[in-house]
């Protein structure tokens, strides 16, 4: 049977084998999915099933989704996703059911798929995996090197200037 279920990622552990050695483990709470509907060759053009995972309070639901589940018979959940599996596994299951993990046998391979959790905006430094260096200890020339973002061609091909609307131009007497 080619059928997936939702999960949801819980946190890393370790379990030790007869050995003692450590195994470092991802826990996953997987199931209970509900099938919310099934889609046909001749109906929709492919075959698929939508499962629901987690559940969801009925003041969270904007009124689309609550028409849609109203339809559907089923309360609101936390997780909707289709998967696409053959026609001839789509007959086995009914609307409502409730799948579980006990579709896996015990030391089954298999395929998992995720959602990364980002890291939001990255700098300069650490999207380029640059290494920054303090400009105590940097030459002058160097300024590039502790401060990416400044990196140019006019910093390494031209004597520094002081520009005639900088403040340090302002506090100059002329003579």
């Not at 020339?141 to 401060?147: E, F, I, M, Q, V």
Request: aromatic share 6%; glycine share 10%.
């Amino acid at each position: 049977m080619r059928l997936g279920l939702i999960g949801r990622k819980l946190g890393m552990t370790r379990i030790y084998d007869e050995n003692g050695t450590s195994i470092p483990v991802t826990a996953v709470e997987v199931g209970p999915c509900k099938v919310l509907r099934t889609f046909s060759e001749d109906k929709h053009g492919y075959t698929a099933v939508q499962l629901g995972f987690g559940s969801k309070r009925a003041k969270l639901v904007n009124k689309p989704e609550a028409g849609a589940f109203a339809k559907l018979g089923v309360e609101p959940v936390r997780v909707l996703r289709e998967l696409r599996i053959p026609a001839k596994e789509i007959e086995g299951l009914e609307i409502g059911q409730e799948l579980t993990c006990e579709l896996f046998e015990a030391g089954q391979k298999v395929d998992v798929c995720a959602t990364s959790k980002g890291k939001g905006f990255a700098g300069v430094i650490k999207r380029h995996n640059m290494a920054a260096r303090s400009v105590a200890v940097s030459p002058p020339d160097a300024l590039c090197l502790a401060r990416p973002w400044l990196a140019s061609s006019a910093t390494f091909a031209s004597p520094p200037r002081i520009c005639r609307w900088s403040r340090s131009s302002r506090t100059r007497t002329s003579s």
